[in-house]
């Protein structure tokens, strides 16, 4: 009899041991210090104030952003009159357009990306090749495939019905009456014979009026910004240490999923901070799309972007080539850039397939069994190792991924065409 | 956990299988060393002797040199400058050095997004570098080579970013 009970103590013993070692593991927070600096990163209430953009003067110029607003919406400013920003940058749909390849004109040779939070990327597209928003917003109004239009062709139009909006904020407007109607440095050959055949001094004065429309259009741009998500909320519990509103925010599979993701996943290597992006370029070993033109990501966007006419040390840029460091400083070619693609953010991921540049993967599943698998990449060499995930923690990271879905903390004034 | 395990021990203290229980309870306690032990070693694969120190000398000895970056802690994603302080090993500053330098993250296979480069001499073997930028957290290495008085050497800074 003595020896059972001595026996039971023992056991109950052992027993609080395994509690004890339980309840280290896993105490009321289940976030070490280290972990709640990591996801103090990565939550919205991190975000720094926006950054400025020395290379726009009108970047926070509320009238610039309202005309900006216009020109994002307007039809008109396409070869058929049916192509807007707004048609691929959807605001319902996160400002894209959910397709493999957008549709233009014609078809492009990528994803649309999202323009969300974009003011904060020193990068813009897939492979960089501009360094802001406004030269960004001016490369698919004269890409044949996208808008299709042209320089002149859009000086006549703002000269015909937006004279007063324009001249308000950037002056008087170019001389148009003697300009060709259709003329740019485009694909279009006739386009482009016309714009040859101009004074360079019109085409300067057109070139500068044309970084104007892309000017107000960033200007526009800057205010679509992402709103707080679950995953958000749950980050400010941890903050405050409240473990009850933490196990009611997120179920154990997205808590799980979490963990993954800033742990064995490693998916926080490159989609770190509050917008789960460094905004940097990586091989990740994603498949080549056998019917598109070679893409060489990076390789080709940085060398594009030093030599862009609207970059931040061109001559259409407000800023001082101090204030152009990014561009400076960027690693202009090398290994590491073949096949390196832009870091998107995260941010209501999972409302947005397809996924990657050319819309490879349909859903967050192959995207997870991608980065699990860790293939070689078609070109360079992919920055990727093995995840050895499981089925079930591949569901617990994409269960994560779910909580990152948001409302835009933009005024819904500016999500549809201005009256 | 424990309203339902204790009966069940209970029960099998009655049935005399008690050291068979002991035996299974011990394992699971190594288990669950091992499995903690796991969370907390695994995710490391850095080497466990480097050195953080900011001020080093060179592969040769030839210089010593220190590094002090103009935001502390070093941010990730932030374009940024250091100052390079450049001395012999008995505390003389290095003037006219040239000096080049690149960063790496040795565990991932590439380096950083930028090319940075000294800028300016500040005097007092002082040389601003600008154009720093780390993308990620993790292990760093900034490789210095430094060139003076007919003499190379290299110096290397390891960096634990957060």
């Known amino acids: ?419 | 956990m424990n309203t339902i395990t204790t009966p069940t021990i209970a029960t099998a203290v009655k049935r005399g299988n008690n050291w068979k229980w002991i035996a299974g309870i011990g394992a699971l306690v190594v288990v669950a060393l091992a499995v903690l032990s796991a969370m907390n070693w695994g995710m490391g694969s850095m080497p466990a002797d480097l050195d953080f120190s900011t001020t080093r000398t060179s592969t040769n000895g030839v210089f010593r040199a220190a590094i002090r970056p103009a935001v502390d802690p070093i941010p990730i994603n932030t374009l940024h400058s250091w100052t390079l302080h450049v001395e012999t090993p008995d505390g003389k500053p290095i003037e006219n050095a040239m000096i080049t330098l690149h960063g790496d993250m040795p565990q991932h296979g590439h380096g950083m997004p930028t090319t940075p480069t000294v800028t300016s001499y500040l005097g007092q073997g002082n040389y601003t570098v600008d154009g720093m930028k780390f993308q990620m957290a993790g292990w760093w290495v900034v490789d210095f080579e430094l060139k003076a008085g007919g003499t190379t050497d290299q110096v290397r800074f390891n960096l634990l970013l957060k």
């Open chain 1, 1 to 419: 009899m003595k020896s059972r009970f001595m026996l039971i103590g023992f056991a109950l013993l052992v027993l609080s041991m395994i509690g004890s070692i339980a309840f280290s593991a896993w105490p009321r927070s289940p976030w070490t210090q280290a972990d709640v600096a990591v996801l103090r990163g990565l939550w919205i209430g991190s975000m720094p104030p926006l950054p400025p953009d020395p290379s726009n003067r009108y970047a926070d110029n509320a009238q610039a952003a309202a005309f900006g607003q216009r020109l994002f919406f307007d039809t008109r400013l396409s070869a058929n009159g049916t192509i807007a920003c707004a048609t691929c940058h959807a605001p319902q749909q996160g400002f894209q357009d959910g397709k493999p390849l957008s549709q233009g004109i014609g078809t492009t040779n990528r994803r649309a990306m999202t323009i969300v939070g974009t003011a904060y990327s020193p990068w813009l597209f897939w492979d960089g090749r501009k360094d802001s928003q406004w030269a960004q917003a001016l490369g698919p109004l004269e890409s044949a495939v996208e808008h299709g239009g042209n320089r002149t062709r859009y000086a006549h139009l703002i000269a015909g019905s937006d004279r007063a909006a324009y001249e308000a904020l950037f002056g008087p407007l170019p001389d148009t009456t003697l300009l060709p109607p259709s003329a740019g440095p485009v694909a279009d050959p006739t386009a482009r014979a016309a714009w040859d055949g101009m004074r360079a001094a019109d085409r300067d004065a057109i070139t500068r009026f044309y970084a104007n429309m892309g000017k107000a259009i960033a200007a526009y741009e800057r205010t679509i910004m992402p709103g707080p998500s679950r995953f958000d909320t749950y980050v400010q519990a941890v903050l405050n240490n409240d473990t009850v509103a933490m196990q009611t925010l997120l179920t154990p599979d997205e808590v799980m999923g979490m963990r993954l993701f800033i742990g064995k996943a490693h998916c926080v290597n490159c989609h770190n901070g509050p917008l789960f992006t460094n905004n940097d370029f990586h091989n990740t070993g994603v498949p080549s799309v056998p019917r598109l033109p070679e893409d060489t990501g990076r390789a080709h966007g940085a060398p594009q972007v030093r030599g862009d006419e609207f970059n931040c040390l061109s001559r259409y840029s407000d800023a001082q080539p101090a204030q152009c460091g990014e561009l400076q400083f960027m690693k202009p070619e090398g290994e590491q850039l073949i096949r390196a693609f832009k870091t998107p953010s995260l941010r209501n991921v999972a409302e947005r397939g397809p996924f990657m540049h050319a819309g490879q993967f349909t859903t967050l599943n192959d995207v997870l069994a991608h980065y699990n698998r860790a293939p070689a990449a078609p070109a360079g060499a992919s920055e990727l190792k093995p995840l050895n995930l499981s089925k079930t923690e591949i569901a617990q990271v994409i269960a994560f991924l779910k909580t990152l879905s948001g409302p835009l903390a933009t005024a819904p004034t500016w999500l549809t065409p201005p009256k």
